[in-house]
């Protein structure tokens, strides 16, 4: 059984349009969401680029880099890539 919760939202990321086998998937989908959000702002900020460079840099607006380190949005895979490579192209994901 599938678990779905329409309009669930944590942390200002809005799982509403996903389904998770359970809990425990869903939780470990937000955390390492968070994770990745934490990792980029602070490579963007210990690289001392502003959010307005990066977002100049990876031809997104301000508002969208704003989002994804604020753990409101998710970064896509293709945004999640042209982030990588303009603030780490050696980067280990996994």
């Known amino acids: 059984k599938k678990l779905s919760r329409p ?5 200002g990321l809005d799982f ?7 809990k425990g998937e869903r ?6 969401v968070e994770r990745i959000s934490g990792k980029i702002r602070a490579t963007r900020m210990a ?4 959010q ?5 840099l990876i031809g997104a607006s301000v508002s969208t880099v704003k989002a994804i380190e604020g753990g409101q949005r998710a970064a896509s895979l293709p945004m999640l890539f042209k982030l990588l490579y303009v603030l780490d192209r050696h980067a280990k994901i996994w």
């Open 27 to 32: 939780d470990y989908v937000k955390s390492q």
């Open 7 to 11: 309009g669930y939202r944590r942390s």
């Open 47 to 50: 690289q001392k680029i502003t």
């Open 16 to 22: 509403s349009n996903m389904e998770f086998l359970s």
């Open 52 to 56: 307005e460079r990066l977002a100049e």
